[in-house]
């Protein structure tokens, strides 16, 4: 028995049995990573696979041991976005795509953006080509989590779930997640600039449908509320763009403002040039923190003091958990990585 691919036959097992002088089972154990077939008929075996060629089948073999070693990671962002400037994605994706390589599975990257693209999804993972998935950039009360987990798909979020206000937790069970202290890392942040002298502290915080722009904020606010110093708040989106727009809105509402704590690095890189432009010096003037600590944060003018994030460790985390609850392991709900402060010349 024979395959037909591009014009040419494809080894079968069939065909590597015959050449190897076995059975038809006994390949298939030795091409499956059994451990029961004996040293030498292995031996026969590969070398018999290595001359024909043969690749065995994914599909039959997933029918068999209901598997894919795929996993999918799903950005809801448009493609602009994920292959934009912001060094976040890059990280992320590299980070897990380097802990999948090491377990031997395959990553499959989805762009899902809008409502059809989610509903794409849904109908990808239920038709089970993919062993679990792995969500990320979450945008506002998503339903994509919590129908895949209806669905018994494995999956785990980057970043805490939003929840609608006064909706609870969902009935299916919770939600996991791989995440940062974003609250804690903002009030390190604004409270260091405290500590500098700062009297006039603004933010530019982020998009405030994604948990990373609420809890930065949020600990942004507890730290001027515990000093009983007034929030000066204007919100970007995390691009650099964003940043600059927002710079030039803080400087016209309030011009005596001393210091900045930008969400993200690139906001905070965008900021420092709208004060470059408007003739304020860094730190002299106006003092900017930023929050990442990728290369944006190192080759800015001047270099950005930030909240250092483990970028691709938040990848690496997301397949590690993916890949055990794929097993049928228990995982934690909310697995939390550090953050710390990394200081520059903007303070």
Not at 161 to 170: A, G, T, Y
Request: aromatic residues 4%; hydrophobic residues 40%; glycine residues 8%.
């Amino acid at each position: 028995m024979t395959e037909r691919i591009a014009g040419r036959e494809r080894p079968t097992l069939e065909m590597v049995a015959s050449r190897a002088g076995v059975s038809r089972a006994t390949v298939s154990r030795v091409v499956n990573g059994s451990q029961t077939v004996a040293p030498h008929l292995r031996e026969v075996v590969m070398r018999a696979v290595e001359a024909l060629g043969y690749v065995p089948n994914q599909a039959a073999r997933s029918l068999v041991t209901q598997r894919t070693d795929a996993f999918a990671l799903v950005a809801s962002e448009p493609q602009s976005r994920i292959f934009s400037d912001d060094p976040y994605f890059a990280g992320v994706i590299h980070g897990v795509s380097q802990e999948l390589e090491s377990a031997g599975k395959q990553l499959v990257l989805i762009m899902a953006a809008t409502g059809a693209s989610h509903q794409r999804v849904e109908r990808y993972a239920a038709g089970g080509h993919v062993d679990g998935v792995m969500l990320f950039s979450i945008h506002g009360a998503d339903p994509l989590p919590n129908t895949l987990l209806r669905m018994g798909v494995p999956v785990v979020c980057n970043g805490r779930p939003l929840l609608p206000p006064n909706q609870p937790p969902p009935e299916f069970g919770p939600l996991p997640y791989v995440d940062v202290d974003n609250v804690a890392g903002a009030e390190t942040a604004v409270r260091y600039l405290m500590e500098q002298g700062r009297r006039r502290i603004a933010t530019i915080a982020g998009p405030q449908d994604m948990v990373a722009g609420v809890d930065r904020l949020q600990g942004y606010r507890t730290v001027l509320k515990d000093s009983d110093r007034r929030s000066i708040i204007a919100v970007g989106d995390f691009t650099r763009e964003s940043g600059a727009t927002a710079m030039r809105q803080l400087l016209a509402d309030d011009p005596g403002i001393d210091a900045v704590f930008a969400g993200s690095d690139l906001m905070a890189d965008g900021a420092l040039r709208t004060l470059k432009q408007a003739g304020r010096r860094v730190p002299e003037d106006v003092a900017v923190v930023g929050f990442d600590d990728n290369m944006v944060a190192a080759f800015a003018d001047p270099p950005l003091t930030t909240v250092r994030q483990p970028i691709q460790e938040i990848g690496r985390t997301l397949a590690r958990q993916v890949l055990r609850l794929a097993a049928g392991e228990a995982i934690e709900q909310a697995k939390m990585l550090p953050v710390d402060l990394v200081v520059r010349e903007s303070t």
